[in-house]
């Protein structure tokens, strides 16, 4: 059987970058509004990328995609975020 050429692309290549930025700052505890100040974007807007972030990582909710971005290197939440605030 032959691999499907989507399932050997790096997780990180499945998200947008407005996608894993949304879901760092979920890490980071932040509410779609307050996500939406940060970067720039309505509430609405934001729980958008999220929802298409989890649909891409094949989970159901915003702790379980932040948990699958940390499992797989997508995200650090860890990371200095100083140059995503500015």
Known sequence: MQRSPHSE???SML?????TECLLWVSRGKSSADIGQI???SPRTVDSYI???CAKLRVRTRI????AAVR?????????GARLEG
């Open 9 to 11: 692309r790096q997780p």
């Open 15 to 19: 998200l947008s970058g407005r996608e």
């Open 39 to 41: 970067v720039g974007l």
């Open 51 to 53: 929802e298409k972030a």
């Open 64 to 67: 379980e995609a932040v948990a």
């Open 72 to 80: 797989t290197g997508i995200i650090d939440p860890d990371e200095d």
